[in-house]
């Protein structure tokens, strides 16, 4: 089974600080994700990777940054945490697949509140 | 351009009772659809695909959908819905390349005693 591990469930940080989400998969996929899950406004697509050191925009790339050194490591980096960053954080994983079709593979969640 | 449109926000069942989510969606080319559920404070499992094989896909847990290409449906059932089935469920549509993937807003189901 892939197995997309988060390095945090819950974290607390200060507005202002610099926060790093970890994300690690064992499944040698190609592709990883972030993504941010608020009520009433489903997930949405931070960031994503199609290889090591490449990174495309999401919907929502505000405040944000990526870092994809390795293979099985995506980090998500808040420059300068605000309060509304507040919200469910999800990784997710994929192979590129015939076609590209292949499912996404999501972690645990890492549930973030700024104050 | 592709879109998903989960048309209930919230569904009851009695367990033992059949279970029916639905999903339509919109693509203009054959689309890869999945279905994922997510129990509280975790991530999204996925339940099962549809790539354009088999029309009726079964997934785990007893869940499968059928896939209609003339109502642009992809509806999710399972015969007898049991107390640990709910949580909240969606219906993806994912975009050629496996990036551009679609999520519809979800659909919460309950399971009373």
């Known amino acids: 089974d892939v197995k997309v591990t988060q390095s945090s469930r819950y974290l607390v940080k200060r507005t202002g600080e610099k926060v790093f989400l970890e994300c690690v998969q064992d499944m040698d996929h190609e592709n990883m994700f972030w993504y941010r899950q608020d009520p009433g406004l489903g997930l949405r697509l931070i960031y994503f990777?199609?290889?090591?050191?490449?990174?495309e925009k999401g919907d929502i790339p505000e405040g944000y940054s990526v870092s994809r050194e390795k293979k099985e490591r995506f980090s998500l980096i808040l420059e300068s945490a605000s309060t509304n960053q507040t919200s469910m954080y999800l990784c997710a994983s994929s192979s590129p697949g015939f076609r590209g079709n292949q499912p996404q593979h999501f972690g645990d969640g890492t549930r973030l509140s700024i104050l | 351009a592709q879109s998903v449109t989960q048309l209930d926000s919230h569904v009851s069942v009695s367990e033992g009772t059949p279970v029916l989510l639905r999903c339509n969606y919109s693509?203009?080319?054959?689309?890869?659809l999945f279905w994922y559920v997510q129990h509280p404070n975790k991530g999204l499992q996925l339940l099962l695909k549809y790539t354009s094989a088999a029309t009726l896909v079964k997934g785990i847990n007893g869940f499968e959908a059928e896939f209609k290409k003339s109502e642009t449906s992809f509806h999710l059932t399972k015969p007898s819905a049991h107390m640990s089935d709910a949580a909240e469920y969606f219906c993806v549509v994912m975009g050629l390349g496996g990036f551009k993937t679609i999520f519809g807003a979800g659909t919460r189901l309950f399971v009373k005693a």
């Open positions: 693509s203009s080319y054959s689309p890869s």
């Open positions: 990777s199609y290889d090591v050191k490449m990174k």
